[in-house]
């Protein structure tokens, strides 16, 4: 056997340099890395070494570096990943948050936290959990329940059966999610006689798994027996790159279709099957469909709570559950009538069991009635002394759009009111909703260009996720990544706000002026944007900031617009319940009336299964 003697980190580099997507480029785009002791000598010697075939990038903060990966990776429909790699201690579980991100949306991202030495020689190091009861354990021990798979590299030959593990769960449809390697630091600098086979570059073809047959039979008579069908879009179907057949399926047999935030822009929002965003933050025309549905076909999706409205939304007593999934964990939840298999492949059995059957479609004034409703609330406003609301500016966004435009965010006012009213593009819709992770936003952004550079990227992100998580604009800066920010300011939590507002609550510690301070907050975002390198400005109306975003678009640096808004507007028009836990006894008859109202809707839950 011919070997080669290289140090763990040195062989680790090499092969995952070697690993390809079926495209034929490299799976693995290249390495996000904040250095320090436990990756900088090892690891970091090794990436300076492999730096012309395999890139490495430094971020700001380990956390935000993750972001940007898994952005990348959900914009490239988990077809291709970056790795992210870290020191000892503090830098390791700061990327904790990130994993879990990962893992709940099902996304691939390869995380390489140094970890302690496994010779314990120099114990205890700087920045090591000593666990008084348990030798083994290291502050990476945190990443194991978010991760899809988790070892440990004591030895330098574990990489030969560590690293295609976790290319095996990146790739896997139905195991997708984030793979942590805790690299000991003493064995990244050792050296080994690896055999030169396990170099050879590799493709790594994602598998489209085929229905059973009895489960496929048994779908089929279901689709067959129903009358009002409704088929809710997840991102499943956009991971499977089964957005045309999902249209034609749909349109082939009259079943409208409606999409969860991680479903939106599986089919254009003009599409004639499109009924429009489900649930919590979805329309009436989705949720009207949904209500009456006597069967509810879930095609790659969780069915989270703000998909369910926590399991109100399907009202009619008849209603059975189809799940689609590739991942039999999701096509068993609530009691569903599971079909294990990709999206696509699904579609596709189901279409030719199902010639010549057609449904009636619903009352098409159902779309034309929440067109109007979405187009008022985004409408210029007329000029005047008044704060903006959020839907304005999701209108000025819109009108300056192109079909290239992909909108992206996570956490604030903004997923709620884009998935509503938010006009996409076929694929021009990007939202982290899995976590809804504030300070995803500008990071992902960053990532989603990576992935789409003829993308027209544009983050919206509120003051309180701007604060959050903003360093990698300076990266994006750098790196001569352009998008375009968005920052809505409306001077603190304004979703948190409302939130506690209808369920009672005082107006308490979410806006700036509600919380303790001694000195009013005035954050300068210009200023700070600025201060990064990004092209900042302000934008004093509605108007001009439709203006500057067409003006502004096209630089080499990303621009960053900031427009005041008012906290207090949401979109009135569509959604449905969600589950919050009210006080049971307060002393504020505000919570007491909201209480009330809960355990009305608690009547409208029903849970199968
Ligand atoms: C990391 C993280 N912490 C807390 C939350 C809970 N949370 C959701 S939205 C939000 C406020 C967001 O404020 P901002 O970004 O200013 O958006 P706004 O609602 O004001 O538009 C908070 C605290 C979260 N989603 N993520
Ligand atoms: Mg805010």
Redesign the pocket.
Known sequence: MKTIRLTAAQAMVRWLANQQAEDGTRFIEGIWAIFGHGNVAGLGEALHGARDVFPTWRGHNEQTMAHTAIAYAKASKRRKVMAVTTSVGPGATNVV?AAALAYVNRLPVLIIPGDVFANRAPDPVLQQVEDFADGTVSANDCFRPVSRYFDRITRPEHIITALPRALRVMTDPADCGPVTLAFCQDVQAEAYDYPESFFTPKVWRIRRPEPDQAELEAAIAAIKAAKKPVIVAGGGVIYSGAEAALASFAAEHGIPVVETQAGKSALAHDHDMNFGPVGVTGSSSANIVCEGADLVIGLGTRFQDFTTGSWSLFKNPARKILAINVQAYDASKHGAMSLVADARVALERLGAALKGVRFALPDAKLKSEWAAAKAAVKAAPAAGNELPT?MQVVGAVQRASTPATVVMG?????PGELHKIWDAAQGGYHMEYG?????YEIAGALGIKMARPDADVVCM??????M?ANSELATAVMMGVPFTVVI?D?R??????RLQKHTGGAPFN?LLDDAYHVNPSAIDFVAHAGSMGARAVKAGSVAELEAKIVEMRGGAVPSVIVID?D?MPSTAAGGTWWEVGVPEVSVRESVRAARVKFEENKQKQSIDG
Request: hydrophobic residues 25%.
């Open positions: 948050t959020d996570a956490a604030g006012t903004m976590f809804s992770c504030m300070g992100v509120g003051d309180g996720s701007y959050m809505t409306n603190g939590y304004g979703c948190i706000n979410n808004t906290p």
